[in-house]
């Protein structure tokens, strides 16, 4: 009866290990198959992660080129008011070879105009730039109209060439560029929309262009005059200063070192060639004429000698600008291969990825399946802190051998385990930036004290930095930290070995004073904050920081429970705020 008894219960035991096996089975059946479906899921968002990354550099690149277009035509638009002006002087008859060059200008600007006219409404750029269409027509019916005033007077006798004809077709010309500024707007929001990155490279651009637009309105304002011989009216005057001045005020920002992000150190001698022939040599030559101009029209110079050494002093303005773009297009046409390659290695690996899964599937009943029924059965054993027989040799030398290493040793590493959770139960209680307890330890000891009823002289001090967001704002964060870590630290030196001090938050510290009165907790205060404000804070570069810090002291014995405690110190530190901060309140 035992016997047959004992053999029933085999059975039994063994009937339930084919069933656990086959449940077991099917669960690791399901198991691959969400791998798969997952694997699948995260291959699809890497893809499309890498996909959407190459679209957003292609469209990056083609927008800033279209941009570029924009740029180079308005600096085209502004070239062609050199001749211009040149072929309205009074030296100048019908026939000069100022005339030639003028056609010259005209041709380049009209086909870059007709290239961004093109690329308003074509297909290469992320959505159709069909706004644009508007601005350029308004920009081509103000050159024709321009371009015809000035040829009007350029067949006029040179006697009868009349000072405010010559500066109304000036300012004809000044209109064009005006009519061209929408179109700096809208691909600077594009631009911005597109990449928010990129809103600062389209800024410092149209500053760029803004530059040379300004340096070359900053002699046509003068030109009317020049070109009839008459002297510098008062409108001449005051425009050409406030384009000095705008002048100057670009460059404060634009020719500042590292103000254009991604020049090479090469274009460092372009912001010198500026500084030199630009606003020295350039500015002198509008100087001169001034200066005659003020007082009568016998000029040193013709209009068209004015045009020819003024507009060289230009050029390096326009090689600062063509070399920032350059450099710009160049580092995206980089971030759109690197894209592409990133998308390509993607795709390849997931494909190579979905081989290797199919391989290991016919593999794992044979080489995971028994080893992993022998593995659960030996943890839940040390799960419940059951002895097990010794596993090493029984997976292999591949990874369920190590699997097995790994379970042997485990019993020696829950030893190990526990000292490591001590460990990390210290840095949970501990500030991390000053080295304090953090304000979780504090709350720790103050239940603690609740509980066992002690101490009921103790006193709490809440101090809080004062102003500290108007460093953080002015400094910066790195700074606010350093003043965090400098006032920790003065702390330290300002209490006793028996006082508990601890971040209470942000810029807020606690002292908790042990067996100490009022007096004594506030007097503790006070000698914090003179510490404190008695010695600046100096950082590495030189920079001093004066500190202070408000103070609200409460005691344990008129303010029952850590809780109260807490609500009457916070209580004195907001009259102490209110009350000029700096200073003591308790």
């Not at 400098?486 to 209490?495: F, H, K, M, N, P």
């Not at 404000?533 to 590495?540: D, E, V």
Request: proline residues 4%; charged residues 25%.
């Amino acid at each position: 009866m035992t016997k047959h008894t004992h053999n029933e219960r085999q059975g039994s035991e063994s009937g339930r290990d084919i069933r656990s096996a086959k449940m077991l089975r099917r669960k690791l059946q399901w198991l691959v198959a969400i791998v798969v479906a997952c694997t699948g899921v995260l291959a699809t968002e890497i893809i499309a992660a890498s996909y959407t990354d190459f679209v957003i550099a292609r469209r990056n690149l083609t927008e800033v080129i279209a941009f570029c277009r924009v740029l180079n035509t308005a600096t085209y638009l502004s070239a062609e008011r050199g001749p211009s002006n040149g072929v309205m002087g009074i030296g100048v008859a019908p026939g000069s070879p100022v005339q030639g060059r003028l056609a010259e200008f005209r041709a380049r600007s009209d086909a870059a105009l007709a290239e961004i006219v093109a690329g308003a409404t074509d297909g290469s750029r992320s959505e159709p730039a069909a706004a644009l269409s508007p601005i350029l027509a308004e920009v081509q019916r103000r050159l024709q109209s321009a371009r015809a005033e000035i040829d009007r007077i350029a067949a006029m006798p040179p006697e009868q060439r009349d000072l405010k004809e010559i500066q109304r077709a000036i300012e004809g010309m000044f209109a064009v560029i005006d009519a061209m500024r929408p179109a700096f707007d809208w691909n600077i929001q594009r631009l911005t929309n597109t990449d928010p990155d990129l809103a600062g490279i389209a800024i410092a651009a149209h500053m760029l262009a803004n530059l040379r637009e300004d340096g070359g309105r900053l002699a046509s304002q003068l030109m009317a005059p020049v070109a009839v011989g008459r002297p510098l009216q008062a409108k001449n005057i005051a425009d050409s200063e406030r384009t000095r001045g705008r002048l100057q005020e670009i460059w404060s920002v634009v020719g500042k070192p590292g103000a254009l992000p991604g020049l090479k150190p090469k274009n460092i001698a372009d912001i010198a060639a500026i500084e030199h022939q630009f606003f020295g040599e350039g500015f002198a030559i509008v100087d001169s004429v001034v200066s005659v101009g003020r007082h009568t029209g016998h000029y040193p110079m013709t209009a068209e000698q004015f045009t020819d050494r003024y507009v060289p002093k230009m050029k390096p303005l326009e090689i600062l600008r063509r070399d920032f773009m350059d450099v710009t297009v160049e580092r995206l046409a980089s971030s759109k291969t690197q894209a592409s390659v990133k998308l390509a290695i993607a795709t390849t690996a997931t494909f190579a990825l979905f081989i290797v899964l199919l391989i290991l599937m016919r593999r794992a009943r044979s080489m995971v399946f028994e080893p992993l029924l022998l593995a659960r059965h030996s943890i839940i054993e040390l799960a419940n802190d059951r002895p097990i027989a010794r596993l090493s040799g029984k997976g292999g030398e591949g990874e369920m051998g190590r699997l097995f290493d790994a379970i042997d040793v485990l019993r020696q590493r829950l030893d190990e385990r526990t000292l490591l959770m001590q460990h990390l139960e210290r840095q949970a209680e501990t500030d991390e930036l000053t080295g304090l307890l953090n304000r979780r330890a504090l709350e720790l000891i103050g239940g603690a004290e609740d509980a066992a009823g002690s101490d009921k002289n103790a006193c709490l001090i809440l101090m809080d930095i004062d102003h500290f967001k108007q460093i953080n704002d002015t400094h910066g964060h790195l700074v606010g930290d350093i003043v965090l870590k400098e006032t920790a630290r003065i702390l330290r030196y300002s209490v006793r070995s028996s006082d508990l001090v601890a971040r209470f938050g942000g810029e807020e510290f606690a002292v908790i004073t042990p067996g100490d009165d009022l007096e004594a907790a506030r007097a503790l205060a006070e000698r914090i904050r003179s510490n404190l404000a008695r010695a600046p804070i100096t950082f590495a570069d030189g920079r001093e920081l004066n500190v202070t810090a408000s103070f609200g002291v409460a005691g344990a014995n008129a303010n029952p429970g850590w809780k109260g405690l807490i609500e009457s110190a916070d209580t004195e530190l907001y009259r102490a705020k209110s009350a000029g901060r700096n200073r003591v309140c308790g």
